[in-house]
């Protein structure tokens, strides 16, 4: 009830539980690309935690109990990339909680024990219609709620190696949304802060933007089939980022921030993108 009311009064004025000290630490401890961080960064991280967890409704489904230490983990995954932003309207932000309209458009947060299987449907160029199972590790819907598995959160420390990372997936999805109309679908091409990469108009941004994207998902989705086709060797992350260009972004942007080095030796073309995007504040 407590946290009902906060939720209605202007972020300054709220005043959120703290974290405890031992739970943070664990938090740090467990995701080696959080403990890498310095810091000052650290601290600004249980800042936005803190009002997170106060904004954010988590719900355990299919009998999961969901504990602090969980929310907290979800928390500080889902926070990682929003540390050096600008805020939506590519604005600087002075006051970092600003920061936390990233993720405005939504409250529930759904956690289910494990992957689970949907149900879904197509129709192909002829009219008929198609129905599929896709299994799930986390899904982000537009205005709606966002699902994680847990099981997949839990093994993110371990995981990290391999560049997955199932939360800064489904929450860079919900950036990826921000600027969409009712009834479209994210594109891979959020809402790029002002003098995006040098550029002096948005137009430019986006263009330099997509042309970079494309290339690179291009080389990506040919390395899968190379792989496919003639046995080569798989490529380095999930190749669910041949999907399509939201699924590219999603899932070359988890690997950005949990083994940011690999990332750099494979995705290089990605690299001032992304610097871009997510802390246009580095001169550079
Ligand atoms: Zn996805």
Request: with cysteine.
């Amino acid at each position: 009830m407590l946290a009902l009311i906060q939720r209605w009064l202007p972020r300054a004025l709220r005043r959120p539980t703290p974290i405890p000290d031992p739970l943070w630490r664990r938090i740090i401890a467990e995701h080696p690309f959080l403990a890498a961080l310095n810091t000052q960064a650290q601290q600004r991280l249980r800042l936005l935690c803190t009002h997170f967890l106060l904004e954010k409704e988590f719900h355990g489904a299919n009998g999961l109990v969901l504990t602090d230490t969980m929310a907290l983990a979800i928390a500080g995954l889902a926070c990682l990339p929003l540390l050096h932003m600008h805020g939506v309207s590519g604005e600087p932000v002075r006051d970092p909680l600003k920061l936390l309209d990233w993720y405005g458009d939504f409250v529930g947060i759904v956690v289910q024990p494990g992957a689970v299987v949907a149900r879904r449907k197509t129709t192909d160029g002829a009219g008929v219609v198609h129905h599929y199972d896709e299994v799930l590790a986390g899904e982000a819907m537009d205005r709606g709620p966002l699902m994680l598995s847990w099981e997949d959160v839990a093994s993110a420390g371990e995981r990290a190696q391999q560049g997955h990372n199932v939360v800064i997936h489904e929450f860079v999805h919900k950036m990826d949304m921000h600027d969409m109309q009712m009834g479209e679908a994210p594109d891979g091409a959020p809402p790029l802060p002002s003098g995006f990469m040098g550029t002096r108009s948005r137009a430019e941004a986006r263009a330099i933007w997509r042309r970079t994207m494309q290339a690179s998902y291009d080389r990506f989705c040919e390395a899968v089939t190379m792989a496919e086709r003639f046995g080569g060797e798989q490529p380095w992350l999930d190749d669910y980022a041949t999907k399509d260009a939201a699924e590219f972004f999603a899932v070359t942007c988890e690997a950005y921030f949990v083994n940011r080095t690999r990332f750099a030796l494979e995705f290089p073309e990605l690299m001032p993108l992304y610097d871009g995007f997510f802390n246009p504040g580095i001169p550079r």
